[in-house]
């Protein structure tokens, strides 16, 4: 069994920063891309930052210059620094990634519970 766990959510001012972490925890072969997502109300689920097993990373226009993902292979950990956020910024944040469990099984996509991530005055 995987579990994503994230950490970190909280509320902050505009211009404030938090930094959001998710663990994988588990029967864990290899631990593919993983990403962040994030859901507003009222919005549909859409994609914040990726980082693939390599290392290359993928951003949302909006959110480019102002957050940085990164990755721990050893402990096969995400994180996702946010500076400079912004009332839209405001959802829950969601981990994801691709896992394989034991070598001959096919590469499943896990996601996290999400953390609310709230920014306002």
């Known amino acids: 069994q995987v579990q994503l766990v994230e950490s970190g959510g909280g509320s902050v001012q505009p211009g404030g920063s938090l930094k959001l972490s998710c663990l994988a925890s588990?029967?864990?072969?290899?631990?593919?891309?993983m990403g962040w997502y994030r859901q507003a109300p009222g919005k549909p689920r859409e994609l914040v930052a990726t980082?693939?097993?390599?290392?290359?990373?993928n951003y949302a226009d909006a959110v480019k210059g102002r957050f940085t993902i990164s990755r721990d292979h050893a402990k096969n950990t995400v994180h996702l620094q946010m500076n400079s956020l912004e009332p839209e910024d405001t959802a829950v944040y969601y981990c994801?990634?691709?896992?394989?469990?034991?070598?001959?099984?096919?590469?499943?996509?896990?996601w996290g519970q999400g953390t609310q991530v709230t920014v306002s005055s």
């Open positions: 588990g029967t864990i072969s290899i631990v593919y891309d």
């Open positions: 980082i693939a097993d390599g290392g290359s990373t």
């Open positions: 994801n990634a691709d896992i394989r469990t034991i070598s001959w099984r096919p590469t499943i996509n896990y």
